[in-house]
Nanobody, 115 residues
């Protein structure tokens, strides 16, 4: 079984910062690509950031330059540093990996950015 658990969400003002973390178990973490998604009420879930096993990163255009994804393989964690937050960043943020032929998701953590 694969377990992912996000933490670090909360309420921040526009322009503020948050650091989200995802802790993984049940996989050889260091060989898997990890991703962050988000979903706002009434909207489709979207890919926000991606980090490969080799550390290559990619980002959605909407967050480019404001978010930074990293991983700590010794701790089996992936982190999303979020800066210059905007109200439309408000969403539930999910950690995801693909392993054993399926997608595995965390429970999500709420991020709310006030105007």
């Amino acid at each position: 079984q694969v377990y992912l658990k996000e933490s670090g969400g909360g309420l921040v003002q526009s322009g503020g910062s948050l650091r989200l973390s995802c802790a993984a178990s049940g996989i050889n973490f260091k060989i898997y690509t990890m991703a962050w998604y988000r979903q706002a009420p009434g909207k489709e879930r979207e890919l926000v950031a991606n980090i490969t096993s080799s550390g290559q990163t990619s980002y959605a255009e909407s967050v480019q330059g404001r978010l930074d994804v990293s991983r700590n393989n010794a701790r089996n964690t992936v982190t999303l540093q979020m800066n210059s937050l905007k109200p439309n960043d408000t969403a539930v943020y999910y950690c995801k990996c693909r392993a054993y032929g399926r997608d595995w998701w965390g429970q999500g953590t709420q991020v709310t950015v006030s105007g």
